[in-house]
């Protein structure tokens, strides 16, 4: 049986465990190790801080930082009970050396793979981008990514194998009878674009998520008061998502700015049977069929003309969120998503 250690370096989010049950479900005896819990290198604040510093004064343009976790409990660990493949989700670069990693996978003949989940978030950080890709990315016998966009360019301009993974979602049991009692629903972290777009709609608005309150003095005294600065998953995030006649998605402004806006919110609503409206990128189009399982907008303009038509239409919101749902269920389950990645691991 292929054994399978999951590697999760995101771990604020559900994604790792969720996907770990997933491939669990396919037949796989699966490991979950959140690498946020592992055991740190012995004052490990102070060896960062120096080696940081000693970097800054020797190459001002250069990423360097020291991983966080102890290798030799990390090698014990892995001796204790071979896998055959490694998954990593999102990165490892700052728990392990990738170097390190290839090392352990190449005398114990295991295969390296990524879920790059997280690689649009490094846009605006060149330095450490330049470093993901030129110490990570070469370590992985495959790579997976979130984004089609993503994707052509680890694989036609880096030359790595790469393969498109859309993100997914766990199978939900909808309520019966759900009161839906927010009419628009944002849940995500603060930045400048959304704070913008929001303005538009926000007498009809409810946000959650973090970074908010430190953008008071941005944004509108309305939109103050709809704002819950606090970062919300797991049961709290789906009763929201039952409780709303619109869940919104805004993309962040680095991923739109890459055209890309395949973000893990958009598959959590659809899971939920939500109505989902969010901005509108080429990739996205390629998988739902915008106007009967999704709904999109382009500008500021039309998304305020769509929350009102659709706040006043409830029938068609309605239709389009079950046809959504439905294309999720075919789809986009992290069952599914798991079955094309079992398949590459026994390739």
């Known amino acids: 049986m292929t054994k399978v250690l999951i ?48 970097n800054k ?5 250069s990423f360097y930082h020291l991983p966080k976790l102890d290798e030799l409990s990390f090698e014990a660990y892995i001796r204790r009970d071979l896998p055959s493949v490694i998954l990593v989700i999102g990165f490892v670069y700052k728990f392990l050396s990738p170097g390190f990693l290839a090392r352990i996978a190449q005398q114990h003949n295991i ?65 019966d009878c759900a009161k839906q009692n927010i009419d628009v629903l944002f849940i995500g972290s603060c930045d400048l674009r959304r704070i913008f777009t929001l303005e538009n709609i926000r007498s009809h608005v409810t ?8 953008n008071y003095p941005l944004m509108s005294e309305e939109l103050q008061a709809r704002v819950t600065d606090r970062s919300i998953w797991g049961e709290q995030l789906y009763q929201l998502l039952f409780s709303s006649k619109i869940v919104l998605n805004i993309t962040r402004s680095h991923f739109y700015g890459a055209e890309t806006g395949i973000n893990l919110r958009i598959f959590e609503a659809l899971a ?22 999704i709904e999109v907008f382009r500008s500021s303009a039309e998304l305020a003309g769509k929350v009102d038509y659709y706040l006043a239409n409830p029938e068609k919101r309605l239709e389009i969120a079950r046809r959504g749902h439905q294309k999720f269920l075919e789809r986009y389950t992290w069952d599914a998503i798991a079955g094309s990645l079992v398949q590459r691991f026994q390739a």
Do not use: H
């Open 272 to 293: 939920a049977g939500a109505f989902l409206l969010t901005d509108y990128c080429d990739e996205l189009a390629e998988l739902f069929v915008v106007g009967e399982e």
């Open 57 to 61: 004064r020797e190459n001002t343009d």
């Open 207 to 214: 946000v959650y998520g973090d970074r908010w309150s430190r």
């Open 111 to 175: 295969k390296l793979f990524l879920y790059d989940t997280d690689s649009c978030n490094l846009y605006s950080k060149r330095r450490e981008f330049v470093f993901f890709i030129e110490e990570e990315l070469p370590v992985y016998d495959e790579i997976f990514s979130f984004s089609k966009i993503t994707t052509r360019f680890f694989s036609d301009t880096k030359k790595f194998k790469a393969s498109f993974l859309p993100f997914g979602a766990k199978k939900l049991e909808l309520p």
């Open 7 to 54: 590697l999760d370096g995101i771990s604020g989010v559900p994604l790792g465990k969720e996907l770990s049950e997933a491939v669990a479900n396919q037949g796989m005896e699966v490991r979950y190790t959140d690498l946020r819990k592992f055991k740190s290198l012995m004052l490990y604040g102070l060896k960062s801080a120096f080696r940081k510093a000693w």
